[in-house]
């Protein structure tokens, strides 16, 4: 069914625990795609924050591995040394787990990822922070035909200024987010 989404990929920095734990609780159970998120600071050990996570949502949460099928309903989150890319084996959607590029950010290699591997019926979000790890690759989705959301934290007009040049893009505050995947997942295209 046309506009359908099947992966969303996240990329959160500054305050990246708190601000994915705040995106996942909202999101409905079971949700009808898989996520995976890359988190650019690990405040600690990375079962810690999946554990972390874990308790913000009813949804399973894991380490991403090498090999590993991705499944809807479920969150992956990048380990702190290694960079996550989807690939497809025989059908199926799954991790490569490899050492990152340096001065590449590992969210950039996972959009890109997810836009070659799935096109238009990709998500990205890029959770607010002091940088914005995953930019890059979200021009990658956009340009595939899927769907970029930019936090706006504090100053939405910084956000747009991000998005320049970017069409399905949407600047959203936190708290709006999950409703906005929820709606795109189960196949609506609200105007962006």
């Avoid at 046309?2 to 705040?22: E, H, K, N, Y």
């Avoid at 001065?103 to 996972?110: E, I, R």
């Avoid at 949407?170 to 999950?178: D, F, K, Q, R, T």
Wanted: with cysteine.
């Amino acid at each position: 069914m046309p506009g359908i989404r099947d992966v969303v990929v996240v990329s959160a920095s500054f305050d990246g625990v708190r601000s994915l734990c705040a995106l996942i609780d909202k999101l409905p159970v079971p949700f009808a795609a898989p996520i995976v998120a890359v988190l650019h600071s690990f405040p600690s050990s990375p079962t810690v924050v999946v554990a972390k996570l874990a308790r913000c949502t009813a949804l399973p949460v894991a380490l991403g591995s090498e090999g590993l099928m991705v499944k809807p309903g479920r969150v992956y989150l990048t380990p702190p040394d290694r960079q996550l890319v989807l690939a497809s084996f025989n059908g199926l959607v799954g991790i490569s787990s490899q050492p990152p590029a340096p001065g590449s950010a590992p969210a950039d290699a996972l959009f890109r990822s997810a836009a070659k591997c799935f096109g238009y019926r990709v998500i990205g979000v890029v959770l607010a922070g002091g940088r914005t790890p995953g930019l890059e690759g979200l021009r990658a989705i956009n340009a595939a035909g899927g769907i970029g959301i930019l936090e706006a934290k504090g100053d939405e007009s910084a956000a747009w200024h991000l998005a320049a040049g970017m069409d399905s893009v949407y600047v959203l505050v936190l708290e709006e987010i999950a409703e906005l995947l929820r709606r795109l997942i189960e196949g609506e295209t609200p105007d962006a």
